[in-house]
Nanobody, 130 residues
Framework: QVQLVESGGGSVQSGGSLRLACVAS????????MAWFRQAPGKEREGVAA???????CYADSVKGRFTISQDNAKNTLYLQMNSLKPEDTAMYYC????????????????????????WGQGTQVTVSS
């Protein structure tokens, strides 16, 4: 049974950093497409970062240059290092996985789409104050 458990969320001031972790069980993360999403109150869930079909990272424009996605296959864990945090980064952050589908390439850009991932964690809250 595939399970994803996120941790590392918390409250920080603007400009601060956090590192989220997602421990996977029931499968090997190197065999799956992995991604991070977030959902702020009253807004739709949006893709933040993902590993593409070549195992390379791709990012939403809103976090590019500030967030870094990585994975430790030995620990079966996905990470999201978040630097230079802004109040608009406040959201519930979710880890997602799928064995067959991942980010979609359109017009030369990668799109991280919620419907492409079948497995989800419960989320970890990130709050950034100004």
């Amino acid at each position: 049974q595939v399970q994803l458990v996120e941790s590392g969320g918390g409250s920080v001031q603007s400009g601060g950093s956090l590192r989220l972790a997602c421990v996977a069980s029931g499968y090997t993360i190197s065999d799956y497409y992995m991604a991070w999403f977030r959902q702020a109150p009253g807004k739709e869930r949006e893709g933040v970062a993902a590993m593409d079909s070549d195992g390379s990272p791709c990012y939403a424009d809103s976090v590019k240059g500030r967030f870094t996605i990585s994975q430790d296959n030995a620990k079966n864990t996905l990470y999201l290092q978040m630097n230079s945090l802004k109040p608009e980064d406040t959201a519930m952050y979710y880890c997602a996985a799928d064995p067959d589908r991942g980010p979609i390439s359109l017009g030369g850009s990668w799109h991280i789409i919620e419907e492409e991932y079948n497995y989800w964690g419960q989320g970890t809250q990130v709050t950034v104050s100004s």
